[in-house]
């Protein structure tokens, strides 16, 4: 069946940065868009980045972009989000999702989700 | 950036009757919008998407209706594995959003 893992979680102080992956299985990988979809309290659900199935194109939400990137290694099976100077307001909880409409598209697989903690 | 209104914000429901959830668009997105179910301490989960086609292995008790800027997902009888919160997201242009979620509670 697919499964989607998330890992790279945890706690960081402000400015810091992590890298979350998520590695997927039960599907061919290398034909689908990937995004990060995060979820905290006071914003609801955010599709912050989308990767092409290449890795060719990425898109970022504006409250990510320029901080944020998305990538993909499709022999490894793998959606990288690396985050760098990180921010109170981007603490929430981290999906993987598949997006098989392309570009604009539903997420019809979810990862369990990892929890990002911002705080000094 | 396409905003998702959904209401009401909560809904009180006893099991075995039927509930109907809203989401508005504040512009167009055809029929571009998708509702998702989301328990606790789980991730959502697709319920429908094109606004009235079912995700694999979804039960008829859900149906989506709508096009444009009003869409409808009505629960024909509510089981108790029912009870959770409900998104909408448009995915009609960049950035894809959702809206705000309904609580459907006992």
């Known amino acids: 069946q697919v499964q989607l893992v998330e890992s790279g979680g945890g706690l960081v102080k402000p400015g810091g940065s992590l890298r979350l992956s998520c590695v997927v299985s039960?599907?061919?990988?290398?034909?689908?868009?990937m995004s990060w979809v995060r979820q905290s309290p006071g914003k609801g659900l955010e599709c912050i980045a989308y990767i092409s199935s290449s890795g060719a194109s990425t898109y970022y939400a504006d409250s990510v972009k320029g901080r944020f990137t998305i990538s993909r290694d499709n022999a490894k099976n793998s959606l990288y989000l690396q985050m760098n100077s990180l921010r109170a307001d981007d603490t929430a909880v981290y999906y993987c999702s598949r997006g098989p409409s392309g570009t604009y598209s539903w997420f019809d697989f979810w990862g369990q989700g990892t929890l990002v903690t911002v705080s000094s | 950036e396409i905003v998702m209104t959904q209401s009401p914000a909560s809904l009180s429901v006893s099991p075995g009757e039927g509930a109907t959830l809203s989401c508005r668009a504040s512009q167009s997105v055809s029929r571009n919008l998708a509702w998702y179910q989301q328990k606790p301490g789980q991730a959502p989960r697709l319920l429908i998407l094109g606004a009235y086609t079912r995700a694999t292995g979804i039960p008829a008790t859900f149906s989506g209706s709508g096009f444009g800027t009003d869409f409808t997902l009505t629960i024909s009888s509510l089981q108790s594995e029912d009870f959770a919160v409900y998104y909408c997201?448009?995915?009609?242009?960049?950035?894809?959003?959702f809206g705000g979620g309904t609580k459907v509670e006992i």
């Open positions: 997201q448009q995915y009609h242009n960049w950035p894809v959003t």
């Open positions: 039960g599907l061919t990988f290398s034909d689908y868009y």
